[in-house]
């Protein structure tokens, strides 16, 4: 692997430090480590800039610099590039990043000797129906959740799979989530804890009000629909990926869920089984 772009997340990589020291350390590694042109200035540094789509396209390896969010957005932006992301963790908690930040240079190294292996994360790819109108291609690593807006009006939400009817939900929102995504707003939500290389999808009402609504699992090969019906046509609620690409909508709407055609591929250069990480991070 020798071009590697550097991808961080400017805000918690203060002052690019972690940056700088990583472009050091691939240069004499006799790699060739690229920069996105915005952070190639920031960090002075305007030797390594590349144009982003470039970056995505020529690198043999992607690094993460952030938590488990920076991670969830680069994999949303290069899951068609289909290059291996190698997570370094600036934040607190990392279920997908490999390494905090005090010892990137032993991951790289790891990476570099072939010590690692490959996850191939499923994604789920969304699409918005209202009358006339749709918004096509959304994807997502964690999720895709339906939530009420910022007036307390609850939501009617009605389930179906594969155009079978499932349930009618009355409920602050719906989360439909990956394995991956499974340890993210679904586990608050008290949604199951999914393995990571199962090939199932979660369906999880948040708040719901009635006792009876609970958390559902199905298959990835499953196309979930589901039927918005706020209270009044006014009423706003917010389709989201990852918590970060939204799109606040109003009165019905249909929004189908399925298995992405694109994944996410992670590196891990620990043994650590799913187990051992999930029993780790959440005993934090």
Same mark, same amino acid.
């Given at each position: 692997?020798? /071009? &590697?772009?550097?991808?961080?997340?400017?805000?918690?990589?203060?002052?690019?430090?972690?940056?700088?020291?990583?472009?050091?350390?691939?240069?004499? /590694?006799?790699?060739?480590?690229?920069?996105?042109?915005?952070?190639?200035?920031?960090?002075?540094?305007?030797?390594?800039?590349?144009? *982003?789509?470039?970056?995505?396209?020529?690198?043999?390896?992607?690094?993460?610099?952030?938590?488990?969010?920076?991670?969830?957005?680069?994999?949303?932006?290069?899951? @068609?590039? =289909?290059?291996?992301?190698?997570?370094?963790?600036?934040?607190?908690?990392?279920?997908?990043?490999?390494?905090?930040?005090?010892?990137?240079?032993?991951?790289?190294?790891?990476?570099?000797?072939?010590?690692?292996?490959? *996850? +191939?994360?499923?994604?789920?790819?969304?699409?918005?129906?209202?009358?006339?109108? @749709?918004?096509?291609?959304?994807?997502?690593?964690?999720?895709?959740?339906?939530?009420?807006?910022?007036?307390?009006?609850?939501?009617?939400?009605?389930?179906?799979?594969? =155009? *079978?009817?499932?349930?009618?939900?009355?409920?602050?929102?719906? !989360?439909?989530?990956?394995?991956?995504?499974?340890?993210?707003?679904?586990?608050?939500?008290?949604?199951?804890?999914? +393995?990571?290389?199962?090939?199932? !999808?979660?369906?999880?009402?948040?708040?719901?009000?009635?006792?009876?609504? @609970?958390? !559902?699992?199905?298959?990835?090969?499953?196309?979930?629909?589901?039927?918005?019906?706020?209270?009044?046509?006014?009423?706003?609620?917010? &389709?989201?990926?990852?918590?970060?690409?939204?799109?606040?909508?109003?009165?019905?709407?249909? &929004?189908?869920?399925?298995?992405?055609?694109?994944?996410?591929?992670?590196?891990?250069?620990?043994?650590?089984?799913?187990? =051992?990480?999930?029993?780790?991070?959440?005993?934090?």
């Amino acid at each position: 692997m020798k /071009k &590697v772009a550097i991808l961080p997340n400017v805000q918690k990589d203060k002052g690019l430090e972690t940056t700088k020291r990583l472009v050091q350390y691939l240069a004499g /590694k006799g790699c060739e480590p690229q920069l996105s042109k915005e952070v190639a200035e920031l960090a002075e540094l305007p030797q390594y800039a590349m144009e *982003e789509a470039d970056l995505y396209c020529q690198s043999d390896l992607l690094i993460s610099l952030g938590g488990d969010g920076t991670l969830l957005g680069i994999g949303r932006r290069t899951a @068609r590039f =289909d290059k291996p992301i190698l997570g370094i963790n600036l934040g607190t908690l990392g279920f997908l990043t490999a390494e905090e930040k005090t010892h990137a240079e032993v991951a790289i190294d790891k990476v570099l000797r072939g010590e690692y292996k490959l *996850e +191939k994360r499923m994604m789920l790819e969304c699409c918005i129906a209202q009358g006339e109108g @749709r918004t096509e291609g959304i994807i997502a690593l964690n999720d895709i959740c339906i939530t009420r807006g910022n007036l307390y009006k609850i939501l009617e939400f009605r389930v179906y799979v594969n =155009d *079978e009817y499932v349930d009618t939900l009355l409920a602050d929102g719906v !989360i439909i989530c990956t394995p991956t995504g499974s340890t993210a707003y679904n586990l608050s939500a008290g949604g199951p804890v999914l +393995k990571a290389d199962a090939q199932i !999808i979660a369906i999880t009402p948040i708040s719901p009000h009635t006792l009876t609504s @609970r958390p !559902i699992v199905i298959s990835a090969e499953d196309v979930v629909t589901v039927e918005v019906r706020p209270s009044r046509e006014d009423t706003p609620f917010t &389709v989201s990926a990852d918590g970060q690409d939204n799109y606040t909508l109003t009165g019905r709407n249909v &929004v189908q869920i399925k298995k992405a055609e694109v994944c996410t591929t992670i590196i891990k250069t620990k043994s650590q089984s799913f187990y =051992d990480v999930l029993r780790h991070k959440l005993s934090k």
